[in-house]
């Protein structure tokens, strides 16, 4: 059968684009998932942030500074680039653009709290962990997502998860966070196949 | 990019794609653990044509920190002298399946030639009195690790311009950047680049007043004997650099020399182990250069 | 075909008689029995003989090639006697002078014979060699020049290298007297060549090749020029490729010595852009030069300086080219193209088609004494037969010369021979 020439496509054009979370909501998961941690780590003297880039970063920040509000304490903050470690050279075809690692405490011994926006396959988070293995040996390696979208490739989970959102594959999540967006936002985009 | 071959080949954008990528990769360097998975399963062959140890020993270090298998395939002479075209020398290689030709070729082109016979991507690591591409750039992050920025920087490279492949892929790099490039030596040694925007001294003492940086050449004895200078004496007094000569350049001028040195024919010892001398640094930075460049070739530019 | 043939309503352009109008070439015994020159309510009856309609097509005495190299004895991987001399007259040419830097040199009257059997047996045209003037062509002794003219030489050169020292030279010159032949002097002084590959100048910069200097050809030009002035011997330059080297032949000539000069096409069409990418098929010694020398050799060519076009054809097996730069071997394989990238010449107002008939035909037999380039009553019927107006693209597939080493491949022409007649034998060239 045929499929319709218009199957998929929603309003004008080939993409429909749709909030799922706004700058409250936002606000609200990273709040909670501050207080997860807190909750969950005895102390937090020993422990570190790392956010993956690029989408990890500003996230990271923003969780440590809600810590810092509840409970006085500093926490240190890096910035992990995994191209290195990814799995996928070969297939990609663009060139990769390596952004800067920024991790100036020693790993080793270290809870090390890993934080992206988006969990999906899986694969990045593999990476990451390979990345800091590479650094040192971690007491604990423990991971934070804004959101979590589903279809794992490995197994692997969040120990915090700001919303769970199950997706089809053809979606495509964005989180967008004021620090170089316009505004704080989590969009999820539907992909016209063809268009890809 | 498919390949390095020349520096005339690639954009600004793009050197400066290499140097930031380099820049992640010399922070790897730094680690304990030195190495990374980057392109785990990949094969690079080096294959050297003509003797080198420096520049074959930093890219297999650097093919080896990015966890790629390293063939070495080093043919002391043209193949020809076996009978076999280097045509054939390619295709032999390439049934083995490599991802990388790291090539260096006493002849200018045969990267060029190469490149055009096979998949792999080809990284040319010095070619006859040609290029040398992957040099220029490690020189130019060498540059950037000091100085703010390639612009405007005045920089002079003294000595055999005529038959050295760094100092051609540096003229090449630097015109990307509005550099002020300065060819110092006998005019037996420094060809004209009517091309490019460039400046000739006879004198070394024109050449680097007021320099941001001072690059040296390698002098090879072999031009002594035909007749492209009297003497490495000679030499040495009218071209070498020394204390009172870097002290025409600016107070924090750096000098610069791609290896191996002739300390006392082109550069003094007191100048070489200076403050001002960054020469060791060159060699470390190489490999991450040589990092970037390997693991950045075979993809495309769009994103 | 028969022994009695009419090539019927060509345009006829013989510069030794000064014709160029349509009309008839009756051949007889391999011999040109008559030319008809058309005239109104004239209708020769050609009752017993073959005719050939050559309506369109132009006629000119067959060319003649004094620069070729045949390879055979000794490198027939490159080229043999039979391949050469078809590709030959696939180009156009009915007669050929093959240089003597086989494997052994003609530098003797044996070598000299094998050839001329060879080419009796096996070639498609005239084969007039050009014997070594020294032994070896090591530029030291003499080779027996008199003796190889009894076997058929019709000129001495050193081709390939130049004969290095100016007195074996000038005693080369002085003992040539004798026998009234020219000496064909390939100018090039080594010292300047050394390991020299291209021309010099920015281009071998920027491509890191060493360069060869416009000085190392004309100095030897000047030199030779002086030693056959001194001399009174008559000196050929073979290949001209710099401006300097047309202004010093021009002077010489002015000055009344007997000199004269040969160019290729390759130093009035392409210049040594045709490097770029490091192509192996546009290595050629002399190099390729610049603009400005291909504007020199032009005018040389109009005002008469360079008195010949010769192929300098320089087949190699392609395994050969497929090589470094440095490492390949020189040449160009050319005497499929020559006609072709010399009608050009035609189409720029450099030549007519009279000045081209001198340059292909006429001069070559009377500088080399072969007593062809005519289609004058009784001569040997060589004819070559133009179609001036065909258009093709050169392809390495095509060329019947077992070099393909053309830096032409690609290139739109418009002009190619479709037959010649060699001997009194005609041969269509488009079905070979």
């Known amino acids: 059968m045929k499929p319709s020439l218009f199957e998929g496509r929603l309003f004008f054009g080939q993409i429909m684009k749709k909030e799922l979370l706004n700058k409250k909501d936002i606000d609200r998961a990273v709040s909670r998932i501050a207080h997860e941690i807190i909750e969950k780590n005895k102390s937090l003297e020993d422990a570190c942030l790392i956010g993956i880039q690029s989408g990890g970063i500003h996230l990271a920040r923003r969780i440590a500074a809600k810590i810092k509000d509840v409970e006085g304490v500093e926490l240190q903050i890096g910035s992990l680039d995994i191209s290195f470690y990814r799995d996928d050279v070969g297939i990609r075809k663009q060139q990769p653009v390596v952004k800067s690692s920024d991790i100036t405490c020693e790993v080793s011994g270290m809870k090390i709290i890993l934080v992206d926006d988006v969990l999906f396959t899986g694969r990045s988070i593999r990476a990451a962990m390979d990345a800091i293995m590479d650094l040192g040996r971690p007491a604990i390696i423990q991971l934070v997502v804004l959101i979590d979208r589903g279809h794992r490739e490995l197994p692997i989970r969040a120990d915090y998860v700001g919303k769970n959102i199950p997706t089809s594959l053809n979606e495509k999540v964005d989180v967008c966070l004021a620090e170089d967006s316009i505004e704080d936002g989590v969009f999820i985009t539907q992909i016209d196949q063809g268009a890809i | 990019m498919k390949d390095l071959v020349s520096i005339k080949d690639i954009n600004r954008e793009q050197i400066e794609l290499i140097l930031s990528t380099a820049a992640s990769f010399k922070v790897v360097l730094q680690r304990d653990i030195k190495k990374v998975p980057a392109l785990r399963g990949k094969t690079v062959v080096n294959l050297f044509f003509e003797p080198s140890t420096r520049t074959k020993t930093s890219f297999e270090l650097a093919e080896k920190r990015l966890s790629t298998d390293v063939l070495n395939f080093s043919v002391p002479t043209s193949s020809v002298v076996k009978g076999e075209t280097l045509l054939d020398t390619v295709r032999t290689i390439e049934s083995y399946g490599v991802d990388y030709i790291v090539i260096r070729h006493s002849s200018s082109g045969v990267p060029h030639f190469i490149s055009k016979n096979t998949h792999a991507s080809v990284v040319n690591a010095g070619d006859g009195t040609n290029e040398h591409p992957t040099q220029a750039l490690l020189d130019a992050f060498s540059i950037l690790d000091k100085k703010e920025t390639l612009e405007g920087l005045k920089i002079a490279i003294v000595g055999d311009v005529c038959h050295s492949r760094v100092a051609k892929s540096n003229i090449y790099l630097f015109s990307n950047f509005a550099s002020e490039v300065r060819l110092v030596g006998p005019p037996t040694l420094v060809p004209e680049f009517k091309g490019y925007n460039v400046q000739y001294f006879n004198k070394i003492e024109d050449g680097i007043q007021g320099a941001d940086v001072v690059m040296m050449l390698r002098i090879q004895s072999e031009r002594m004997t035909k007749g492209f200078f009297p003497s490495t004496l000679e030499y040495a007094s009218l071209w070498g650099l020394n204390s009172a000569r870097l002290k025409l350049a600016k107070k924090d001028a750096i000098v610069m020399h791609p290896g191996p040195m002739n300390r006392g024919v082109e550069i003094t010892s007191e100048v070489a182990d200076s403050d001002q001398s960054i020469i060791l640094e060159q060699v470390t930075n190489g490999l991450a250069v040589r990092m970037a460049v390997i693991y950045l070739l075979g993809r495309d530019n769009e994103q | 075909m028969s022994n009695k043939i009419v090539i019927r309503d060509c345009r006829i352009v013989d510069v030794s008689q000064d014709i160029d109008s349509s009309g008839d070439i009756i051949i007889e015994n391999n011999k040109v029995l008559d030319l008809v020159v058309h005239k109104p309510g004239l209708k020769p009856d050609y009752a017993d003989f073959e005719v050939v309609e050559a309506s369109g097509f132009m006629a000119m005495p067959g060319f003649i090639d004094i620069h070729t190299h045949l390879r055979e004895p000794g490198f027939e991987h490159k080229e043999t006697i039979a391949t050469g001399t078809l590709a030959a007259i ?234 470094e730069f440095d490492r390949a071997p020189s040449g160009i394989s050319g005497l499929e193209t020559a006609l072709s990238l010399s009608l050009r010449l035609v189409d720029e107002g450099v030549l007519t088609y009279s000045d081209l008939c001198k340059k292909i035909s006429y001069e070559p037999s009377k500088i080399f004494g072969i007593g062809k380039g005519t289609l004058k009553k009784g001569a040997c019927a060589d004819i070559t037969i133009i179609d001036t107006k065909k258009e093709f693209i050169v392809s390495k597939s095509k060329l019947l010369s077992k070099g393909k080493n053309t830096p032409f491949e690609g290139m739109n022409l418009m002009g190619m021979p479709v037959a010649v007649v060699v001997k009194g034998k005609y041969i269509n060239v488009l079905e070979l």
Do not use: W
């Open chain 3, 90 to 323: 696939k180009g156009g040419f009915t007669s050929v002078c093959p240089m003597p830097n086989t494997n052994p040199v003609n530098d003797n009257p044996t070598v000299t014979t094998f050839i001329i059997k060879r080419a009796m047996k096996r070639g498609s045209c005239n084969v007039y060699p050009i014997g070594a003037i020294t032994k070896g062509q090591n530029g030291e002794e003499l080779a027996e020049m008199g003796m190889m003219l009894e076997a058929g030489c019709v000129a001495f050169s050193d081709d390939g290298k130049p004969v290095m020292n100016a007195l074996v030279m000038k005693r080369a010159l002085e003992y040539s007297k004798v026998f009234g032949v020219p000496l064909i002097s390939h100018c090039e002084d080594m010292s300047l060549t050394a390991m020299g590959v291209m021309n010099e100048g920015y281009l071998a910069t920027l491509l890191g090749l060493e360069g060869i200097p416009r000085s190392s050809e004309e100095l030897i030009v000047s030199r030779d020029i002086m030693l056959a002035g001194y001399a009174g011997a008559r000196l050929h330059i073979a290949h001209v490729s710099t401006r300097g080297s047309v202004d010093i032949i021009r002077r010489a000539k002015a000055s009344g010595v007997q000199v004269t000069a040969e160019t290729c096409p390759h130093y009035f069409t392409i210049t040594e852009d045709a490097v770029k990418g490091y192509n192996t098929d546009a290595k050629v010694n002399p190099p390729l030069r610049c603009a400005e020398d291909i504007e020199a050799i032009k005018e040389g060519l109009r005002d008469g300086t360079i008195d010949v076009i010769a192929t300098d054809h320089a087949p190699h097996h392609a395994d050969e080219k497929v090589l």
